[in-house]
């Protein structure tokens, strides 16, 4: 098995220098591997082995994480074909099809998300809280007003560097997966003065950690924490509706397509490679869909 080991650390190191693959990308990699080399023969590569394999994780994990997996494997018998390491390719022989049930991106009503943000500024004016407890409110109005604005990926916003952002003209470099770059601007008065606010507080501890968004210690913001700030300010706000940082995400691609957006241009603002990601979003706008019917179908215009 140390030869399999041994090709798991060379195809891991060529993601990372010859593909340019973020660690948290390379880590999901190496978890995936390294299951399937525990599980693996001596004959690892044959497509009997293979095939076991894929019936066993079926047996014990949801299909979006078996697919990610066999993504995984797939991608290194590749890498191992087209670096002549193995004679052949098992998974060319090899037919997988499995159905992922079908799940609506959860929202958040923008309503609630009113609630939240004017929970959050309660805090940052409240009179009786401590110096510490209004900075962390500062940057946490910060933190959920560009998750919002932006509809960033979370692991996007705690990865962000100072250089990344404008605070002049609103302008922000986001590296998303893949190491993709993209370009958003933050057009609203109020989430850019929430940013700068922010910024203000915070100078010393940004410019040490070299990361924009930084914990009480000045450490880089994690997306743990910002679960758990969501997760307070929701409690406190009395909101009943369970909310995730992607929720946000999804909530920015819906009410932007309910305003009559170009899915592209979602596309585009996301970071999807593919429309076909996006398109997940045409099924949530039930709403839009009910106006259309009502104010625009011909039936309106005949008198009978």
């Known amino acids: 098995m140390q030869d399999l080991n041994r090709l798991i650390e060379k195809y891991l190191l060529a993601c990372q220098y010859h593909k340019g693959l973020n660690q948290k990308t390379i880590k999901a990699y190496r978890i995936d591997l390294q299951q399937f080399s525990g599980q693996a023969s001596e004959q690892w590569y044959s497509r009997e082995q293979i095939t076991n394999y894929l019936v066993l994780l079926q047996q014990k994990y949801r299909v979006r994480s078996v697919k990610r997996k066999i993504a ?27 159905n992922e049930p079908f799940l609506l991106p959860r929202t958040i009503p923008l309503p609630t998300i009113e609630q939240l943000l004017s929970q959050i500024y309660k805090d ?17 109005a910060a933190v959920i007003e560009l998750l919002f604005a932006s509809g960033m990926r979370v692991s996007e916003l705690c990865t962000l ?6 605070l002049s003209d609103g302008m922000i470099r986001i590296w998303g997966k893949g190491a993709k770059e993209r370009i958003l601007q933050v057009g609203n008065e109020t989430v850019l003065a929430a940013l700068r606010s922010y910024n203000d507080a915070y100078k010393t501890q940004i410019q040490m950690s070299e990361s924009f968004f930084v914990n009480r210690l000045g450490n880089p913001l994690s997306e743990q924490s910002v679960r758990f700030m969501i ?24 009410f932007l397509l309910e305003e009559d957006v170009d899915i592209r241009y979602i596309q585009r603002l996301l970071g999807h490679s593919s429309i076909t990601t996006t398109q997940i979003y045409t099924h949530v706008t039930a709403k839009k869909q009910r106006d259309i019917l009502y104010s625009k179908h011909p039936r309106n215009k005949l008198n009978i």
Do not use: C, W
Not at 72 to 96: T, V
Not at 129 to 137: D, G, P, V
Not at 161 to 166: F, T
């Open 124 to 140: 940052v004016d409240a009179a009786n809280s401590t110096k510490q407890q209004r900075l962390a409110a500062i940057r946490d």
């Open 72 to 98: 995984s494997i797939k991608a290194f018998f590749n890498y191992l074909e087209y670096e002549e390491l193995l004679p052949d390719n098992p998974f060319l022989k090899i037919r997988i099809k499995l």
């Open 161 to 166: 560097k100072p250089e990344n952002i404008d």
């Open 231 to 254: 997760v307070k300010y929701a409690d406190e706000a009395g909101i009943t509706l369970h909310i995730t940082p992607h929720m946000f995400r999804h909530s920015f691609a819906t």
